[in-house]
């Protein structure tokens, strides 16, 4: 991560695997609540000896814990980029061997070629009954005005993914 790699250039070389450590737990965390009381205590071990890689874990904090809110078997695939640049390797490594394309057309086919590949990998995410009633929770809590569309959880009763919903919400 980026901005791991950022906060550890702010440490001494010889506090760096101690910070790391906490980092992770902090990134890692089994959920949103857990990383915040995590991050407190990270900031105030290590405040007085490192302010700037302090100020820099403050800064994007917030942007960096957010796929604690969404199911464990999906962080992967929300927290990584693999997906994306190995897109952009596979694109890369097919116009080396045509060193021009004759038309814009060839290129732009070689181009949605590499995404629709990509998109397919997208596509073997599941979602679990639970899952889609915590992301309507997720659209709820972030103010989403997004349409609250069928749940097709393998042939299951979408109705009762709502009702569920909807009882959360009003307790």
């Known amino acids: 991560m980026h901005k791991k790699r950022n906060i550890l250039n702010k440490v001494p070389q010889e506090a760096a695997r101690e910070v790391k450590v906490y980092l992770d737990s902090i990134y890692y ?7 915040k009381l995590l991050a407190k205590e990270f900031k105030d071990k290590y405040n007085q000896k490192y302010p700037s890689a302090i100020k820099s874990f403050e800064e994007d904090f917030r942007a960096c814990i957010q796929h604690l809110r969404c199911s464990v078997g999906h962080r992967r695939s929300i927290t990584t980029t693999n997906l994306a640049e ?10 080396k061997v045509i060193p021009r394309f004759f038309d814009e057309k060839s290129g732009l086919a070689l181009c949605f070629a590499t995404l629709i590949r990509a998109s397919q990998e997208w596509n073997k995410l599941h979602f679990t009954f639970e899952d889609q009633v915590r992301i309507m929770e ?10 609250k569309e069928e749940i097709n959880c393998r042939g299951k009763d979408t109705s009762y993914a709502q009702q ?3 009882r959360k919400n009003k307790t």
């Not at 965390?29 to 990383?35: E, L, N, Q, V």
């Not at 997720?138 to 349409?147: C, D, F, P």
């Open 86 to 95: 190995r897109s952009f390797l596979e694109e890369k490594r097919r116009s």
């Open 164 to 166: 569920s919903f909807s």
């Open 29 to 35: 965390a089994p959920d949103y609540a857990t990383a």
């Open 138 to 147: 997720l659209r709820e809590e972030l103010g989403h005005k997004a349409i």
